[in-house]
């Protein structure tokens, strides 16, 4: 789908053509893609959001950011210029989530590619990216991979996949009330209602068993790092 590869049987069609080596610049260029693990620089914000878009000015820069939900940078201590640690290690989970959605927005690509950007993160990170997401709806063609069903809740059209072969599609209504079928067969796995769709994206509630997660990002560790890194917020420059 990005266009790093060939499909070994049938092809991937761009209005109507084919992808070949003659097409593959072009697209890559209009596509933006968010992994489950952000790759971020041992650098700065502003260095980690150029690197997509070299000559972005400051004020696309704080456009990105904000679709992504990622306005947070700007209380750090030097803002867009605050070093990030390497891999982003002085940031949450999801604060290098939304911030690699804000780098991949800054390409204004036509088509977002999601794949499982949230499957590492706790309920209340994956709720901020997904709220994010939920945002660009109607601004960019967005494909969500995710094994999380109730994140697709309200797509537009949803591709069931089976040990690597599509086995339905359809919008979540349609393929709710679908008896037997494997989405409704898999939400009933997941204890996920089959209600009508929400919203694209819409915040779904989810329980949590009592005590500490050992896996949260958002743990007293995080919490008194991002505490000492606050700062009163300033344009971007």
């Known amino acids: 789908l990005c266009g790093l590869l060939q499909p070994t049987t049938g092809a991937a069609l761009l209005d109507g053509e084919p992808l070949s080596p003659a097409t593959w610049g072009r697209w890559r260029r209009s596509v933006g893609y968010l992994q489950q693990d952000a790759v971020l620089f041992d ?12 000559g972005a000015t400051g004020s696309e ?6 679709l992504a939900s990622a306005t947070f940078v700007f209380d750090l201590p030097q803002g867009l210029d605050t070093p990030i640690g390497d891999r982003g290690g002085r940031l949450s989970g999801g604060e290098r989530q939304r911030l690699a959605l804000a780098r991949a927005l800054l390409r204004q690509p036509s088509v977002l590619v999601l794949d499982e950007p949230t499957s590492a993160l706790d ?9 994010a997401v939920k945002q660009l709806a109607g601004r960019v063609t967005t494909v969500l991979v995710t094994h999380r069903l109730a994140a697709v809740r309200g797509a537009d059209h949803i591709i069931v996949l089976d040990e690597g072969r599509l ?4 919008d979540w209504s349609t393929l ?7 989405l409704r067969a898999l939400c009933e796995m997941q204890g996920i209602a089959l209600g009508a769709g929400e919203p694209f994206m819409a915040r779904v509630p989810c329980t949590r068993r009592a005590g500490p997660n050992p896996l949260s990002r958002t ?10 890194l606050r700062r009163p917020r300033r344009a971007v420059r």
């Open 123 to 131: 309920a209340e990170n994956e709720a901020r990216v997904l709220d």
């Open 219 to 228: 743990s007293a560790r995080y919490a008194r790092r991002r505490a000492s």
């Open 176 to 182: 709710g009330a679908r008896t037997g079928g494997r």
């Open 61 to 66: 820069l704080q456009a990105a950011l904000e």
């Open 43 to 54: 650098d700065t914000v502003r260095a980690n959001l150029l690197w997509a878009r070299p």
């Open 167 to 170: 086995v339905e599609a359809g």
